[in-house]
C-alpha cells in the first residue's frame, strides 16, 4: 500500500497560538501513525506553507482543524475531517485515523460537518449565489441554486431583450420581408441577433442550476435538459424543473457509481457521466415536456387572464412583493417571474415590476427633497443618491432607509411600489427590457405613462414618508426652541 | 527575543483563585514590565479573546492571549499558579500555569509574531508541558523555551 498522504489547514481567530499548535500536533500525530502530512497555516501573519492544487490533488485527504475560514471549496471531492482548531490540538491522531481508515466523508457529496466559512466568492447581480456545497439539504439552498441559474441567466435576456425591442424602433414588423412597408435589414439583424440571445434564456437558467448543485457533470445535462425543455415550449418553468432535475439527479448518479474502481474515475467525468446522464435524464425531460408544456401554457393564460381581468390586484400584489424586501427573495420572486413572461412576449408583467422596483429609492428622495427638517445631512445626501438608484432599477438603494426604521418605512414603500405597479397595468405600458430603469425608456410604450406612474406612486410615497420622519424629529423634541438655538451654535 | 522571552516575565509561585485573578496577575505585570501602559485594557483583551473560545489547554496549561491597542509591544507574561484555578480546558483539568501571549493592535512587524507563534508551538511538542510544569526557576522556564523555539521550525 502507497503510504499515505494527508493535506490539513488549521486558523483561529487571532492566529497567533492556537493555529501553529494544531500545526504542531498534525505534525506530530503524523509522524507517529507513519503518514506524511502537509499543513497550511491561516494565521495573524497570513497563509504560511500554502497547498497547492497539485498537492491537494494528490492527497488521500484533508483535515481542516479551524474556526475561520480556510477557502474550504477548493477541498470538493475530497475526503475532508472538518472540525475547530481545537479539536486539531486534544486529538489530532483520531483526525489522521479518520483519513486512514476512510471514515471521513467526501466534501460537497455527503453532508460534511458545518463550515463556519465566510463567503468571499464573488457577488453577481443577484447578491451571493454562491453554493455552500455540503450541509444538509436545505429551502435556502433551493433558493441560492435557482438564483445561480437566474443571475447566469438575466444577462442574455438584457442582451436579447434590448435588442429585440430596438429592432420595434422600426417598427413592429420591420424583420418581416412579408411588409416590405415597415422592413429594415438592419432591424432584422438585430431581431435575428436579440431572438438568439433570448432563445438561450431557458437552457442556461437551467444548465446554471444543474451547475450550482452538481458542478460541471450537471452543467452538461443542465443545458442539454434546458434546451429539450425550451423547444418542447415549456418556459421557464421546464427550464427550473430540469435544472434541479439535472443536479440532484447527476448528483444521485455520482452517488450510485461511487463503487466503481477507481481505474475508472478517469473515464466517468469524460465518458460514462455525460452518455449516462445525457441519456437518463433527456429521456425524462423529452417525456415530460408536453405536460409541463400544458402548465405553462395554463399559468402564462391565467396571469395574463389576471391582468386584464383585475389589473389592480395584480399591481397591489407585485408592488407590495417588489418592496417588501427590496432585492430580497420575495421582491427576486415577482422579479424573476417578470423576466421569464419577458421571454414568452409578454411585457406587461415586466413593466410593473419595474416600476415597483425603481419606486422604493424615488420614495426615499422625494422624502428627503419634500421634507429636508426630517433628515440629517447625511442622509438627505443618501436619499438624493437614491434618485439616479431608482431611475436605473437599483431597489437596493432604499434598503438602508428601511433598515432605520422597518415598521413605518416598508409598509410606506409597498404602497407606494403598488401604486406605481397598478398605474402601470392600468396605463398599459410594455417594458421588454428586464433592466435598466429609465435607460430603457426609447423602447418601452407608453413610455411617458410609465414615468407619470411611478412618479405618481413615488412622490406620495415621498410626501408621506417625509411628513413621519418630519413628526418624529418635531415629537422626539419637546423644546423646539432650545434645540434649534443648539443646531445654530453646531 | 530578550524582551519578549525574558525571565522578568515569569511569575513561579503565584497565588490567584480565579481565572479574573489570573487576568489580573498578568496585566499588573505587563504594566509592570512596561508592556502595557493600562492593566484593565490588558484584561479587558484577554477577556474578550476567552470569550471567543477558550485558551485552556491540557495538562493545566492555558494559553490566555490578547491583542489590544493598550499594548505597546508584544510579550510573553508567564504565570504559575501554587494552586490551580477553574478554566475550561481541552482535558476538563484546571489550570496551574498560564503562558500568556499579549499583542500590540495592528502589530506590522511579522518577526514578533512568529516567535509568539513558536512559543506557542513548542507546547505541543512532546514532554514540554511537562518540564514547564516542573521547572524550578524564572530561568529554567525561559531556557526552555528558548531552547524548544530555537530548535524547533
Known amino acids: 500500500m502507497a503510504p499515505i498522504h494527508i493535506v490539513a489547514a488549521t486558523g483561529c481567530p487571532t492566529g497567533i497560538a492556537h493555529t501553529f499548535m494544531a500545526q504542531e500536533a498534525l505534525q506530530q500525530a503524523a509522524e507517529r501513525l507513519g503518514v506524511s502530512i502537509k499543513v497550511e497555516t491561516h494565521g495573524q501573519v497570513g497563509i504560511e506553507n500554502a497547498l497547492t492544487a497539485e498537492e491537494i490533488a494528490a492527497a488521500d485527504g484533508v483535515i481542516i482543524a479551524a474556526d475561520k475560514d480556510v477557502n474550504a471549496a477548493r477541498f470538493d ?264 413572461l419577458l421571454g414568452d412576449g409578454n411585457f406587461f408583467f415586466m413593466a410593473a415590476v419595474s416600476a415597483a422596483c425603481i419606486t422604493p429609492p424615488l420614495v426615499t428622495g422625494f422624502a428627503a427633497l419634500f421634507f429636508r427638517k426630517g433628515f440629517d445631512a447625511k442622509t438627505r445626501d443618501a436619499a438624493y443618491v437614491n434618485f439616479a438608484l431608482g431611475a436605473t432599477h437599483i431597489t437596493e438603494g432604499a434598503i438602508p432607509f428601511a433598515a432605520r426604521n422597518p415598521l413605518l418605512v416598508i409598509p410606506i414603500l409597498m404602497v407606494s411600489s403598488a401604486v406605481s405597479a397598478i398605474l402601470t397595468f392600468l396605463f398599459q405600458v410594455q417594458v421588454p427590457a428586464p433592466h435598466g430603469g429609465f435607460l430603457v425608456l426609447p423602447v418601452v410604450t407608453n413610455g411617458l405613462q410609465w414615468v407619470a406612474a411611478i412618479l405618481a406612486g413615488s412622490i406620495l410615497g415621498g410626501l408621506i414618508y417625509g411628513y413621519a420622519m418630519q413628526r418624529r424629529i418635531n415629537t422626539q423634541q419637546p423644546q423646539p426652541s432650545v434645540e434649534n438655538e443648539k443646531e445654530v451654535l453646531v | 527575543m530578550s524582551s519578549i522571552l525574558a525571565p522578568e516575565n515569569v511569575t513561579l509561585n503565584a497565588s490567584a483563585s480565579t481565572q479574573a485573578e489570573v487576568f489580573s496577575l498578568i496585566a499588573a505585570k505587563a504594566v509592570e514590565l512596561g508592556i502595557a501602559a493600562d492593566a484593565a485594557t490588558v484584561v479587558a483583551g484577554l477577556e474578550s479573546r476567552e470569550k471567543q473560545g477558550t485558551t485552556g489547554l491540557m495538562d493545566g496549561i492555558a494559553i490566555p492571549h490578547a491583542k489590544s491597542p493598550g499594548i505597546t509591544s508584544p510579550a510573553l507574561v508567564i504565570v504559575r499558579l501554587r494552586e490551580s484555578v477553574e478554566w475550561e480546558s481541552l482535558d476538563e483539568q484546571p489550570i496551574i500555569m498560564a503562558i500568556s501571549l499579549l499583542i500590540p493592535e495592528g502589530e506590522a512587524g511579522t518577526t514578533h509574531l512568529s516567535l509568539l507563534s513558536q512559543v506557542a508551538r513548542t507546547l505541543m511538542k512532546p514532554g514540554v508541558r511537562a518540564e514547564l510544569l516542573a521547572a524550578e526557576s524564572p530561568d529554567a522556564v525561559i531556557g526552555l523555551l528558548s531552547q524548544h523555539v530555537m530548535s524547533g521550525s
Open chain 1, 77 to 340: 471531492g475530497k475526503r475532508v475531517v472538518d472540525v475547530g482548531v481545537k479539536a486539531g490540538i486534544s486529538r489530532p491522531e483520531a483526525l489522521i485515523q479518520e483519513i486512514i481508515n476512510g471514515t471521513a466523508p467526501v466534501r460537497g457529496k455527503r453532508p460534511a460537518a458545518p463550515v463556519a466559512a465566510e463567503d468571499t466568492e464573488d457577488h453577481g447581480l443577484f447578491g451571493d449565489t454562491t453554493v455552500q456545497s455540503g450541509g444538509g439539504f436545505q429551502a435556502r439552498d433551493l433558493y441560492k441554486h435557482l438564483m445561480n441559474g437566474v443571475s447566469y441567466m438575466l444577462p442574455f435576456v438584457v442582451g436579447g431583450g434590448v435588442l429585440v425591442a430596438l429592432s420595434f424602433l422600426w417598427g413592429i414588423y420591420s424583420a418581416d420581408p412579408e411588409h416590405p412597408e415597415q422592413y429594415n435589414e438592419f432591424a432584422a439583424m438585430l431581431k435575428t441577433i436579440g431572438g438568439t440571445a433570448m432563445g438561450l434564456m431557458v437552457p442556461v437558467l437551467s444548465a446554471f442550476i444543474a451547475d450550482s448543485i452538481g458542478k460541471r457533470p450537471a452543467l452538461v445535462v443542465g443545458l442539454i435538459t434546458g434546451l429539450i425543455a425550451s423547444n418542447g415550449g415549456t418556459g421557464f418553468l421546464g427550464g427550473i424543473i430540469t435544472g434541479f432535475l439535472s443536479g440532484y439527479g447527476m448528483l444521485l448518479l455520482a452517488k450510485l457509481l461511487d463503487r466503481l474502481p477507481r481505474a475508472l474515475a478517469g473515464l466517468k467525468a469524460i465518458f460514462i457521466f455525460p452518455v449516462l446522464g445525457t441519456f437518463i435524464f433527456g429521456s425524462i425531460t423529452y417525456l415530460i415536456a408536453s405536460p409541463m408544456k400544458g402548465i405553462n401554457t395554463s399559468l402564462q393564460d391565467f396571469l395574463s387572464g389576471f391582468q386584464d381581468s383585475n389589473p389592480i390586484l395584480l399591481g397591489l400584489i407585485i408592488g407590495a412583493m417588489c418592496a417588501f424586501d427590496m432585492g430580497g427573495p420575495v421582491n427576486k420572486a415577482a422579479y424573476v417571474t417578470g423576466v421569464a
